[in-house]
Each structure stands twice: as structure tokens, then as C-alpha cells.
């Protein structure tokens, strides 16, 4: 039987074969040996099996079995290539195992590292499979250590670009690319991409002048934005780069097309819910759809209201608002409602004019007095003496209890509902208005003296709420509470279902007393004349007794 013994000379790694650049790095090694055959070194062909295991005797085994059937072995020595694969080699030690011509050799042969080499100069792989580039001790899996201002560069021609991954294996990992784009990049060249391979796309590409875009490859300023911002603290904008130099910072919703028309909305948001704050049209003009506070915020938000200016200089007597029309007379305010203009207020030359204006007092249903709690528009109503005041400050607005009118001529008339109010801020009750100055609405009704004609002035009947004209000849004194403003025939009017001849119709209301000296005598006029007179004594006596009072008598 032949006896076969093997010694190794050499197993050295490829880095050797590295010498010749047109090679690439493989994994495989070249293996040398010195084979003797019953105690003489072996001539001739023989069949090789090659097989890595984990430990020197029994272990498992790692790789292939590499067979080489063959093998020319002069005077003992042989040489082979032997290649296990990349996966084969870790940290661990891996034993070689070779078999010839089906007899196994004992014992296994400890494969070593390659301690050096001349392609490696410089490159130091530590036991945890670290590299290090000018050090022994790298710190990382590559560390690179040394006094060049460039300390690594990566070169390719290729025209898409030269790309560095960073990848992250881990769950929810991904990869990014850092690349210097080429001619071909769809980007565009000679630019610094961050590109996203999750997602096919580039997040951010920096310009060679030195602009930068985040969701574009093109950014036309310094920052370039496609799709929303999201930010915490504050934005600073400077006229000039520096301190301390004056000028204009803009705020811009444009572009460059010359063509487009872009607005420009400051959004808010208030318990969730997202409010346009202010909103800039294409044409410039500016709405504030929430209200505009200026100076100051409304103290009652709850109520806030479109508009509120607060005016807190107390040392110049600057007006709280000015309107100004420097080149021609016409409306400095007007009021729109329901679509329409409702009245304004103008200035023609030296004159500021209130039109259609109505003047209007506080007052409430009282309903203690009789009044119901709802009453028409347009009703005469009559001053019941039951006030109450807007505020508990005791020198508010007052607001005056009222009721219908039911009877003719008479002097409490305070003039014609209008309408109830929601509640003020700041008020005690939320009060309804009379008209009482200016023009306005009310009802009028049939009296039996004849037709309504513009100016005619106009008393309380005895119809509840209505007015009526005013007869000399039945009242000595009247108490005048508006003038009609249109003509009104009685003809033309249907009676209603109690056989009372109303309409309401435009007056202007004016309150005064209506003394007639040509009215015929009466015992009720004369009843009056003696009231009045009466009360002038009253009058007198009391201010004989102040003046005794005052002098000590």
C-alpha cells in the first residue's frame, strides 16, 4: 500500500497576483506542497480532493470539495489554486483537509493570513476584520487616517454619474445615494445629488453657483422648494447680507413667465381648524376674511369684529382713523347689505354728508306696560318710563322701555320700530332700535281728514301704532313726530279686516310741538291752556322758595 505525506510549503492569498493590474481581486489562493510516497518524494500524476473545515479534527466542513484530478507532482513539490468561495473565510480559523487518490492525509494543515504584501502597503486588517488606511488601529470597519487634505476620492467616467451608496439593512432601512452627476443624469451635470432609491427620486441637488433644491434638480434661487414647508421658529429676512445696512426684504408669490397671475394666503390654525388669516389677491388688493386688527385685538374675541382699530397715543391727538380723497369729492365710506349699497358717507367740498342716514335710540318691548314682546317694523311707539341702562354703569346708554302707541295726539312718542339687536359686548340686555332722526318707515292710517301729502306732519292716532295726520282743528297742540315723505291716497287703500285704512310709508322724522292760533276754542283747549298755566306756577313757586333758601330767609 502507498503511504502518502504531506508538508505545505505555501497557501498565499491572490493579493500577490495583484502585481499586474490588468487583474482583478478573486478569492482564490495559491496552495504549495511537498508530497512523499512511501518515504520518497512523489513523481507523476495524482488526483487531489481539497475540503476547509472548522476545527482540526472533526469540525464541520465549510465550502465545496474542490477535486483536481492530475496534478503534476515533480520531485515531491506541486502547486494548485484553490478557490472555497468569499463566504468561506470569517474571522474564524479554518483548517485544510486534502485527500490523494482517496486517501486522506493527517493531519489537517491551519491556514494563515498573508502578513504582507506590496499592493497593500498602508492597509492594516485587524482580527474584527477592520480596515485601517495609515493606522494599525482602525476604530471602524474602514478608517482612514492620515495628513492629506483629500483623504479619499472616487473617479468614474461613467456618464450618469459617480455614486455613493449608504445602505441600511436593518427594518425600515433604506438606501441613499450621494452622486456627482454626468452629462447623462437626468438632473442635469455638475451637480451634488441626494438621491432616494426607495423612492426613485432626487431630495435634494446642490448647484455648482450654489443654489440648492429640495424636490428639483434645477433650483433657480439659493433655496428652491417644490411642494410644502414645515419649520420651527422664526424667519429672518435681511435688505443686504450683514447688520446694520438699510434697505427692502421681500416677500414675492411670482415667478418668471411674465404671464402668470399668483396670489399669495397667510394660513393659521385654530384648535385644528386651518383659517386663510390674510389673503393677497393677484391684483394686490388685501381681505382679511377673519377681521383685521390694528393697534391692538379686540378685547371680547368671542364677538370679534372685521375690523378694530385701537388708537393708545396719548400724547399727540392723532385721529384713531383718517380717510382721505385727495383729488376729487365723493364716498368716503359706503354700507352694502344683502348685495346692495344701504347708504354711505361722502364729502363734497367742504361738507361731509350722512345719506339715507337714520338716527335710532336703545330700547326694549316693555313688556310690564302692556307692550308685546315682538313688535312690527315700522310701529309707533310711545316711551313708558321704565328704563334701563345698556351697562351696569349706571351712566351708560339708556334704553328705554316702550310700547305701541293707542292714543291719538300723544306727547311720549319716541318714534317708529325698527329692530331688535343681538347682545352688545359688555351689555347687561340686548336692545332693539326706534328710529327717531333722519328718514325712515312707519305706519300711517286713515283719520277722515283727507289725503297724505309730502311735508304733512304727522301725530299718534288712537290705532295701535300707526300715525296719522295732523288736524289743527281737532288739536290745539300738536305733538309732531314726523313729516310724510310720499303721498298717500286713501282711495286707493282697501280696508283691512277691522275696516282700517293702513299703510306704511317713508317719513322723515322730526319731533317738536305744533302750537295752532287759529284753531276754534274749546273747553278741551282751554282745559289745556290751564294745565299748562298751572304748571308754570308750579314752576315759579319753586324757584321763589329755591332763591329763599339760598339768601337765608
Not at 433655496?223 to 434697505?247: K, P, R, V
Not at 391727538?317 to 364716498?331: I, M, Q, S
Amino acid at each position: 500500500m502507498r503511504m502518502f505525506r504531506l508538508a505545505l510549503l505555501a497557501a498565499t492569498a491572490t493579493a500577490l497576483a495583484l502585481v499586474r493590474p490588468a487583474l482583478t481581486q478573486t478569492t482564490a489562493f495559491t496552495y504549495q506542497g511537498s508530497l512523499e510516497q512511501s518515504g520518497s518524494p512523489a513523481n507523476g500524476q495524482h488526483n487531489f480532493a481539497f475540503t476547509l473545515w472548522t476545527l482540526s479534527t472533526l469540525g464541520t466542513q465549510v465550502g465545496p470539495t474542490l477535486t483536481l484530478n492530475n496534478v503534476q507532482v515533480t520531485d515531491g513539490l506541486f502547486s494548485v489554486q484553490l478557490d472555497f468561495g468569499a463566504t468561506a473565510f470569517t474571522n474564524a480559523d479554518r483548517w485544510l483537509q486534502v485527500a490523494v487518490d482517496g486517501q486522506t492525509l493527517a493531519p489537517r494543515t491551519l491556514l494563515t493570513p498573508t502578513p504582507f504584501s506590496l499592493k497593500t502597503r498602508g492597509i492594516s486588517v485587524d482580527s474584527s476584520q477592520h480596515v485601517g488606511i495609515g493606522t494599525t488601529s482602525p476604530a471602524a470597519p474602514l478608517h482612514v487616517s492620515g495628513v492629506d487634505q483629500v483623504m479619499a476620492r472616487l473617479t468614474s467616467s461613467d456618464a450618469f454619474g459617480t455614486w455613493l451608496d449608504l445602505q441600511n439593512n436593518s427594518l425600515g432601512g433604506g438606501t441613499w445615494s450621494l452622486i456627482s452627476s454626468g452629462l447623462a443624469n437626468g438632473e442635469g451635470p455638475n451637480r451634488l445629488l441626494i438621491y432616494s432609491q426607495a423612492t426613485g427620486q432626487t431630495a435634494v441637488a446642490f448647484r455648482s453657483n450654489g443654489n440648492v433644491g429640495f424636490g428639483t434638480g434645477s433650483p433657480k434661487q439659493k433655496i428652491h422648494n417644490i411642494g410644502d414647508y414645515y419649520g420651527l421658529g422664526h424667519l429672518w429676512l435681511y435688505a443686504f447680507e450683514g447688520d446694520g445696512q438699510d434697505g427692502i426684504a421681500y416677500v414675492q408669490a411670482r415667478d418668471d413667465s411674465g404671464s402668470s397671475s399668483i396670489g399669495l394666503t397667510l394660513r393659521t390654525q385654530l384648535s385644528g381648524a386651518i383659517r386663510d388669516a390674510i389673503v393677497l389677491e393677484p391684483g394686490g388688493r388685501a381681505n382679511a376674511p377673519l377681521g383685521l386688527f390694528v393697534g391692538g385685538a379686540d378685547p371680547n374675541l368671542a364677538t370679534a369684529a372685521r375690523l378694530y382699530v385701537q388708537h393708545s397715543n396719548a400724547i399727540f391727538a392723532a385721529p384713531v382713523v383718517r380717510l382721505n380723497r385727495p383729488t376729487e369729492d365723493g364716498t368716503m365710506i359706503e354700507f352694502d347689505s344683502l348685495g346692495a349699497s344701504r347708504g354711505s358717507i361722502t364729502v363734497s367740498g367742504n361738507t361731509v354728508s350722512y345719506n339715507a342716514f337714520t338716527g335710532s335710540h336703545y330700547a326694549f318691548p316693555d313688556t310690564a306696560a302692556g307692550s308685546p314682546a315682538s313688535i312690527d317694523r315700522g310701529a309707533l311707539v310711545r316711551m313708558t318710563g321704565n328704563n334701563l341702562t345698556l351697562t351696569d354703569d349706571l351712566d351708560s346708554e339708556v334704553v328705554y322701555g316702550v310700547a305701541p302707541t293707542a292714543t291719538a295726539n300723544d306727547p311720549a312718542c319716541l318714534g317708529a320700530f325698527l329692530a331688535p339687536l343681538s347682545l352688545p359686548d359688555g351689555a347687561n340686555i340686548a336692545p332693539s332700535l326706534v328710529m327717531g332722526e333722519g328718514n325712515g318707515d312707519m305706519w300711517v292710517v286713515d283719520s277722515g281728514v283727507g289725503a297724505i301729502e309730502p311735508g304733512d306732519e304727522l301725530i299718534s292716532s288712537d290705532v295701535v301704532g300707526c300715525a296719522m295726520k295732523d288736524d289743527p282743528g281737532r288739536f290745539a297742540v300738536g305733538h309732531v313726530i314726523a313729516r310724510a315723505a310720499q303721498r298717500v291716497d286713501w282711495s286707493f287703500i282697501a280696508p283691512d279686516c277691522d275696516g282700517v285704512r293702513r299703510t306704511k310709508i317713508s317719513v322723515l322724522f322730526t319731533s317738536y310741538t305744533r302750537h295752532s292760533e287759529t284753531a276754534p276754542a274749546s273747553d278741551a283747549r282751554v282745559a289745556a291752556l290751564e294745565e299748562e298755566n298751572q304748571a308754570l306756577r308750579d314752576r315759579l313757586d319753586a324757584l321763589e322758595a329755591l332763591v329763599r333758601t339760598k339768601s337765608g330767609e
